[in-house]
């Protein structure tokens, strides 16, 4: 089985952990856990793929705690640095149990072989990650790895701010930073390349429904970017390749070179107000419910 590529390593200068703090940020995961934690039974285990800094393992802890909720939590990333900093920064507290685990979302059924009860677990999640998996092969892999180690009655979560509706509310505040920081490079854009390829909503809909699961909900948030977000996220390694990943020449710059341009390009902006929309979905194993679309 092909393994999924994902962008540059994290590092102690350049990781996800400061963004991963923001207040808005961690409510538009947190709304969605809160609503997947609903139709959880106590105790629950639930894998959370892409885990990164922990974010979503935390924010299951706390919830689990102001809910009277038990739960064990197994967190899946292949980054070495985002795995010690979710062990380091995650306090499980009285009602949790977390741990986790360096591997690959495709390698679930080998990664938690002697981890999980033979019925498979109650909840499996990928949040703000999917778009970082190469290739919709790999995407697919993945997500059917995820669905695989449901139970009869699990749900998945996903989310991403990386979707055709990403920049419905700030397009060209988004298309200037990015032209700022090319002309700070003294970088052209290779018009035959994709920097990135972006999926619509129905696109990542449909690669779930083909592993089997039933889609319960579905909804768009409009997440407003603080300053200092946008200073956090200058400094993710995914990101900053991301943006830069149509540039000519790219391979010849440094990661501290673009994401330096990205500063000063958020810099030049001043305070101009960026707004990002994040697509999450929901769906269940079981025969197929009602949808609700809740919308922006």
């Known amino acids: ?26 409510e538009v995961n947190r709304v969605l856990i809160e609503k997947a934690l609903t139709r959880l039974p ?27 909720k038990r739960g064990t939590i197994i967190g899946i990333d292949p980054d070495g640095f985002a795995v010690e900093s979710a062990r380091k920064s995650t306090r499980p507290g009285p009602n ?9 979302g495709q390698d679930l059924s080998r990664l938690l072989a002697d981890k999980i009860g033979r019925k498979g677990v109650d909840y499996a999640s990928i949040h703000d990650a999917i778009h970082e998996i190469k290739g919709e092969d790999d995407k697919r892999s993945v997500l059917a790895s995820m669905a695989g180690i449901l139970n009869p009655r699990g749900i998945l979560t996903l989310n991403s701010a990386f979707t055709t509706a990403a ?38 809909k449909q690669m779930i429904v083909d592993t089997g699961l039933s889609v319960v909900h579905e909804a768009k948030r409009v997440i407003k970017m603080s300053r200092a ?8 390694p995914a990101f900053v390749e991301g ?14 070179a673009k ?19 994040w697509y999450e979905i929901m769906a269940q194993r079981a025969t197929a419910r009602r949808l609700t679309w809740v919308g922006t």
């Open 96 to 104: 949790c149990v977390v741990q986790f685990v360096q591997g690959m």
């Open 167 to 204: 920049l419905e509310e700030s397009a060209m505040n988004w298309g200037r930073l990015k032209a700022r920081a090319f002309a700070i490079l003294g970088g052209k854009r290779d018009r035959k390349m994709t920097a990135i390829r972006i999926h619509t909503p129905e696109e990542y």
């Open 229 to 236: 977000a946008m200073d956090a996220i200058a400094r993710y």
């Open 259 to 277: 994401s330096r341009a990205l500063l000063e390009a958020v810099e030049a902006l001043g305070s101009v107000e960026l707004s990002r929309v």
């Open 42 to 68: 106590s105790p629950f285990s639930h894998v959370d793929v892409a885990s990164g800094t922990g974010l979503v393992a935390q924010e299951v802890c706390t919830l689990c705690q102001e809910q009277d």
């Open 1 to 26: 089985m092909p393994k999924a590529e994902h962008w540059a390593a994290q590092s102690e200068a350049y990781n996800f952990i400061d963004f991963a703090n923001d207040k808005a940020y961690r």
């Open 243 to 256: 943006v830069f990943g149509d540039m000519v020449g790219r391979e010849r710059v440094t990661l501290e």
